[in-house]
């Protein structure tokens, strides 16, 4: 059975991830601030939940305890937690980088011995092509137009963070996800975007990647991106 935990699943893309992934047998630990968010959500899709607040620590080495009480081991981590800070102060810029990129390496780092116990480890983390240099500066991309600065500077971390995880461990398939644009409570000032259901596809084609799948990628479901 395929272990898997999602970072940020009580609703949006990682929900829709964790109900495609159960589908198609992944045994799912659904993570989620709120307990009984959490709990709701799971229970929805038949997962397991567990308390996990990517921006403190005692809670995501609790959660990861949790996991490896349970299962000994993990195969996928989905790194889906995130906001989106539409001002530009201090204060928002630490909850930006605190959720969307220190968050990744406190999962990460709390995860590592699970993820080297698995036959074929799989990290996924959705970046965003708002924080490609190529995007932004490209008048025909939408990315052009968003005034996203603590986003998009947040999302280039990530997917940086991805690639220098990847060159570390070798035995372990790192690679950064543009998701598409999505219709989710984080998108809903903009009104734009498709269907849950479609992005987390893309989400899930990664997660279920074999052993000769790739490592140190940005890419979305067109394949790899330039950033």
């Not at 809670?59 to 009480?69: I, N």
């Not at 299962?71 to 995130?82: P, S």
């Not at 406190?106 to 965003?128: D, G, I, K, M, Y």
């Amino acid at each position: 059975m395929t272990v898997t935990l999602i970072t940020g699943a009580n609703k949006g893309i990682g929900f829709e991830t964790a109900r495609q992934l159960v589908q198609l047998g992944h045994t799912v630990y659904l993570g989620a601030r709120d307990v009984e968010r959490g709990g709701k959500a799971a229970a929805e899709i038949g997962v397991r939940s567990v308390q996990l607040d990517v921006t403190d620590d005692a809670s995501v080495g609790s959660a990861l305890a949790e996991v490896g009480a349970a299962e000994d081991h993990l195969d996928v981590l989905v790194h889906n937690a995130g906001v989106l800070e539409t001002g530009l102060d201090g204060p928002a810029a630490l909850r930006s980088f605190d959720t969307n990129a220190v968050g990744i390496v406190r999962v990460t780092e709390a995860a590592l011995p699970l993820l080297r116990r698995s036959s074929s480890p799989n990290v996924v983390v959705l970046s965003s092509s708002a924080g490609s240099f190529w995007a932004v500066t490209n008048p025909e991309r939408a990315e052009f137009g968003l005034p996203l600065a603590l986003y998009s500077a947040s999302k280039a971390a990530a997917t940086m963070l991805t690639l220098q995880y990847a060159k570390a461990h070798p035995g372990i398939r790192f690679n950064a996800l543009e998701p598409g644009p999505t219709a989710t409570d984080m998108t809903a000032a903009f009104g734009i975007g498709r269907p849950v259901e479609e992005s987390a596809r893309v989400v899930v084609r990664l997660a279920t990647q074999g052993p000769d799948g790739p490592t140190g990628t940005f890419q979305d479901e067109a394949g790899a991106l330039p950033w």
